[in-house]
């Protein structure tokens, strides 16, 4: 996962990084092997204003994930371009587990995007090895309970709470 390791020092300013201003989500994803939208990915998020964006591209070199610019079209021209460091599925798992211990605003979020997960295929179900996409089905039970994470974490997510 990671490229190194981060000190418990790096790990609870991580944590506080992202209590401030990240974002922790799950969220339906449609894809050609899941025509029934029942896939889902979690990801962790960071955006920052150049100049300061150093600290993103130091996280993509820790964990991987994207930089991106966001937000361009519709600007204000007196404020700085945005940046946005994402990770998704595995790897935001993996972030999630090292800040755990050190979160304080964001820690139902970790601990939800934690229990989706454990709704998660493993990687190698479905179209990979022998079976055929339309072949993987997901039961009623863990759609629903798909549905109350992705829900909850809109919840948490919504500005003021």
């Known amino acids: 996962m990671s490229k190194k390791v981060l000190t418990n020092?790096?790990?609870a300013w991580l944590a506080?990084?992202?209590d401030g201003e990240g974002s922790i989500q799950i969220r339906w994803q449609k894809s050609k092997r899941d025509t029934h939208m029942t896939s889902s990915v979690a990801s962790i998020s960071v955006s920052q204003a150049?100049?300061?964006?150093?600290?993103?591209?130091?996280?993509q070199k820790k964990f991987g994930g994207a930089v991106s610019s966001h937000g361009t079209n519709t600007r204000n021209p007196k404020h700085n371009k945005a940046f946005r460091w994402l990770v998704t599925g595995n790897t935001a798992v993996e972030v999630a587990k090292l800040i755990?211990?050190?979160?304080?605003?964001?820690?139902?979020h970790v601990d939800i995007l934690l229990e989706h997960q454990k709704t998660k295929l493993p990687s190698h179900v479905g179209g990979r090895k022998g079976l055929a996409r339309n072949e993987v089905r997901i039961t009623d039970e863990i759609i629903d309970l798909r549905t109350k994470?992705?829900?909850?974490?809109?919840?948490?997510?919504?500005?003021?709470?």
């Open 50 to 59: 150049e100049p300061r964006t150093e600290i993103l591209y130091w996280l």
């Open 16 to 18: 506080g990084f992202i």
């Open 149 to 161: 994470h992705i829900e909850e974490i809109k919840l948490l997510n919504k500005r003021g709470k």
């Open 9 to 11: 020092t790096e790990a």
């Open 100 to 108: 755990q211990p050190y979160l304080r605003l964001k820690a139902r």
